[in-house]
């Protein structure tokens, strides 16, 4: 059974920093594309960014390119979210993915609950 | 503002049946799979049907999708109280290099 177990969330002031992760298990991790994807409080999905398994490409929405990074230890099952300069549009429930093997990034499958990060001085 | 289009509502009486439309373009449902995902009120979103009309384990028949095109439809059959949730389509875009979503169907069972 596929399990992602999103942590890292908290409340954070307006310019600050905040990594997420995202614990991994019940497939091989180190075989497929992961994503990000976040909600905004009563807004819809909205796609956050993408890795391939390996770790070599990545993918960002205009909205975060340059101040969210994606990233992977496929020693440890987990995928990161390291988030800099957070305003109050950060403001949402975030959760990891599931993409397909290897660099195909054409699924994306849900697999936890997220968590929430609030954007807020 | 969201790439693939949805209606923002749809509804249905119990036991009828219901489609949500999704619209794109050749550089993503004409191109790629379509996804679509159950929000149920307060909970994580849950896929539904991937690759344009396969179901993962445990995703009830009722629920069928289709492509055609630049389209894309969700079908549920048998309506229940219990299938009241928001519904996304999503496809990779490949002039993008993004995900896009739609906006979003939010589906009353009257």
Redesign the interface.
């Known amino acids: 059974q596929v399990l992602l177990v999103e942590s890292g969330g908290g409340v954070v002031h307006p310019g600050r920093s905040l990594r997420l992760s995202c614990e991994a298990s019940g497939f091989p991790f180190n075989m497929y594309a992961m994503h990000w994807v976040r909600q905004a409080p009563g807004k819809g999905l909205e796609w956050v960014t993408a890795m391939s398994y390996d770790g070599s490409k990545t993918y960002y929405a205009d909205s975060v390119k340059g101040r969210f990074t994606i990233s992977r230890d496929n020693t440890k099952n987990t995928l990161y979210l390291e988030m800099n300069s957070l305003s109050a549009d950060d403001t949402a429930v975030y959760y990891c993915a599931r993409g397909r093997y290897y660099y195909d990034c054409s699924n994306l499958a849900p697999g936890g609950q997220g968590t929430l990060v609030a954007v807020s001085s | 503002q ?1 790439m693939l289009t949805q209606p923002p509502s749809v509804s249905a009486a119990p036991g009828q049946k219901v489609t949500v439309s999704c619209s794109g373009s050749n550089s993503n449902i004409g191109n ?2 379509v ?1 679509w ?1 159950q ?1 149920l009120p307060g909970t ?4 539904l049907i ?2 344009n009309d396969k179901r ?1 384990s445990g995703i009830a028949d009722r629920f069928s999708g289709s492509r055609s095109g630049t389209s894309a439809t969700l079908g549920i059959t048998g309506l229940q109280t219990g299938d009241e949730a ?1 519904y ?1 389509c ?3 875009d490949t002039s993008l ?8 169907t939010k589906l009353t069972v009257l």
């Not at chain 2, 994580?44 to 896929?47: F, H």
């Open positions: 969201s790629t799979y996804s995902y929000q994580a979103p849950k896929l991937y690759e993962p928001d996304y999503g496809a990779w290099s993004a995900w896009v979503f739609g906006g979003g």
